[in-house]
């Protein structure tokens, strides 16, 4: 069928065209807008979830509620290298500019302002990185003490006081926030901590691997009173024949049951790879009902695919002691694995697993669901590390 009306996006972000199974999430954020609205304290919301079961999407989603709802927002995605505060100076700046621009008496956005020119001076980088262009003098001795613990939350409330005054709430929605260091983590829930004792009209949505609440938790305890942790996961089988049928629907195209059902048993429901198995299938069939046999003869291809790309970035990126590690891992099927078992089957000791474990959680690709336990971080690498390593060698 004509490839250029496939309802399908499979990609990273890409806006599925059903956004299934996530009612619950989404209710829960609009009542967080609106219980900050009326000055209510309500938890932040984090969610947390394995690549491609849909975070970002949802983010945005989120974004688009919080626009409707009157938030002024800002978005971003935390690179693996970047300050938290450069990152995010460029765009209070904006928004406290678009406050200016609204009416309303008082100088808290002056204020605003002056706070972020002193917090700004604190921001170690190249001149050039930000533009400065913020023509007030620093408020001195707020937000410019060099410990971001301190100056986050300094600049927080001036910010959010600056929206007070002009009638206005403020969304702050973060993406692959478990890249941000220690320090970073524990600021920004220190300032939402802030936020939350003084009902302030400024909220965080953020979203990140499932290592999120474990980091959150250590930096301060009490981060779990202060957010929500969502589980963003597989659909259920109902929400992934929803996620594939409906987009075809209008299109007067559908999936036969048996097309529905191999489809969700290939993918298990991860959103990524419905996508990708909708894409393929629809561009393969002649015409409608897409049956069991078009699927199947997708299946090889969509398998290469994610090979080729999904899989195969992420594995690029390993030594080859890590890649034996997870093979290691792989061997034992579908996880979590428990830590002992995979020195076992390397016949080396728990504790020489240490390195390799330490940076094969900082580049994300697998993590500690419960203590002494491990789990890939993508879903189905498993199978995949089986496919590109098919025979497994035990260490010496
Ligand atoms: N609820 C959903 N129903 C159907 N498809 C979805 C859903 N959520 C996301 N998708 C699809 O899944 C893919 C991945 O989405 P997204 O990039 O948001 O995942 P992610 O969790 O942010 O992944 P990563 O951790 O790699 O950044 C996209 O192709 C998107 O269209
Ligand atoms: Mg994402």
């Known amino acids: 069928m004509d490839p250029i009306i496939n309802p399908f996006s499979p990609g990273a972000g890409a806006p599925p065209p059903e956004l299934a199974g996530r ?21 932040s919301i984090l969610l947390t979830g394995l690549r491609g079961v849909g975070k970002t999407v949802l983010l945005n989603e989120m974004e688009r509620i919080a ?15 970047k300050s938290l505060g450069v990152l995010l100076v460029p765009h ?43 023509d007030i003098d620093p408020e001195m001795g707020t937000a410019d003490s060099g410990d971001l613990e301190i100056d986050l939350p300094s600049l927080f409330v001036a910010v959010a006081e600056a929206a007070i005054e002009r009638g206005s ?10 890249y941000l260091n220690k320090k970073e983590l524990s600021a920004l829930i220190v300032a939402m901590h802030k936020m939350q004792q003084r009902q302030l009209p400024l909220v965080l949505l953020g979203a990140g691997l499932p290592i999120l609440p474990g980091l959150a938790g250590e930096s301060k305890s009490y981060a779990e009173r202060l957010f929500n942790f ?10 992934a024949i929803e996620a594939l049928q409906d987009p075809v629907k209008e299109y007067g195209v559908a999936f036969e049951e048996s097309a529905l059902l191999e489809i969700f048993r290939l993918t298990q429901g991860y959103p990524y790879f419905l996508q990708e198995w909708g894409y393929q299938a629809w561009n ?33 990126r390993l030594t080859s002691g890590e890649k034996q590690f997870l093979r290691a891992m792989a061997q034992l099927g579908s996880g979590p694995y428990r830590t002992s078992d995979t020195a076992d089957i390397m016949k080396i000791k728990i504790s020489s697993l240490g390195p390799n474990r330490a940076n094969l959680i900082k580049k994300g690709m697998v993590y500690s669901p ?4 491990m789990a890939f971080t993508v879903p189905l690498f498993d199978e995949f590390m089986r496919r590109t390593m098919p025979e497994f060698e035990v260490n010496g």
């Not at 928004?95 to 956005?109: S, T």
């Not at 972020?116 to 400065?132: P, W």
């Not at 969502?230 to 929400?239: K, N, Q, R, T, V």
């Open 284 to 316: 393969r069939a002649e015409s409608s009902p897409i049956d069991l046999a078009i699927v199947q003869n997708a299946s090889e291809a969509v398998i290469r695919r994610l090979d080729e790309n999904f899989f195969r970035v992420r594995f690029n």
């Open 67 to 81: 626009l409707a709802d009157e938030y002024r927002t800002i978005l971003v995605e935390v690179p693996e290298n």
């Open 370 to 373: 419960s203590h002494g336990n």
């Open 230 to 239: 969502p589980d963003i996961g597989a659909l259920s089988e109902p929400e």
């Open 23 to 43: 009612k619950e999430v989404l209710e829960q954020t609009r009542i967080l807008f609106g219980r900050v609205k009326n000055n209510r304290s309500e938890k």
């Open 169 to 178: 709430y403020v969304a702050i929605f973060i993406d692959e926030i478990q």
């Open 92 to 134: 209070l700046r904006r928004l406290l500019y678009e406050l200016d621009r609204l009416a309303g008496a008082g100088n808290k956005v002056r204020r605003g302002l002056a706070v972020l020119k002193s917090f700004i001076g604190t921001i170690k980088v190249k001149v050039d990185e930000i533009e400065f262009g913020l």
